[in-house]
């Protein structure tokens, strides 16, 4: 099992960047493959971006594409979201989640932190 803390969200004008951390429990965390969903108000969570578990392969959303990097660190048990030319529509709750496939659905994952809160101003 493991355990998932994000940090790092937090008010930002539109056009601004902010970098998201996902602090993982546990001795297996290069086990998981890791990826970040977000919720807006009234609606369902989406996919925003997943890094496999070496961290070799990511993939993204299209909406997220060449504004945001996922990236890991295996030695310390994280892993990182940066948002560059941040939108109001980012505007949501951004969550990391772990599963041990691959997967782009947030009904595929196991595992999900608390969340953290991301507002872009316009």
């Known amino acids: 099992q493991v355990q998932l803390v994000e940090s790092g969200g937090g008010l930002v004008q539109a056009g601004g960047s902010l970098t998201l951390s996902c602090a993982a429990s546990?001795?297996?965390?290069?086990?998981?493959?890791m990826g970040w969903f977000r919720q807006a108000p009234g609606k369902e969570r989406e996919f925003v971006a997943v890094?496999?578990?070496?961290?070799?392969?990511?993939a993204y959303a299209d909406s997220v594409k060449g504004r945001f990097t996922i990236s890991r660190d295996n030695a310390k048990n994280t892993v990182f979201l940066q948002m560059n030319s941040l939108k109001p529509e980012d505007t949501a709750v951004y969550y990391c989640?772990?599963?041990?496939?691959?997967?782009?659905?947030?009904?595929?994952?196991?595992?999900w932190g608390q969340g953290t809160q991301v507002t872009v101003s316009s």
């Open positions: 989640a772990a599963r041990v496939d691959w997967g782009t659905h947030s009904y595929e994952y196991n595992y």
């Open positions: 546990g001795r297996t965390f290069s086990s998981y493959n």
């Open positions: 890094i496999s578990r070496s961290g070799a392969s990511t």
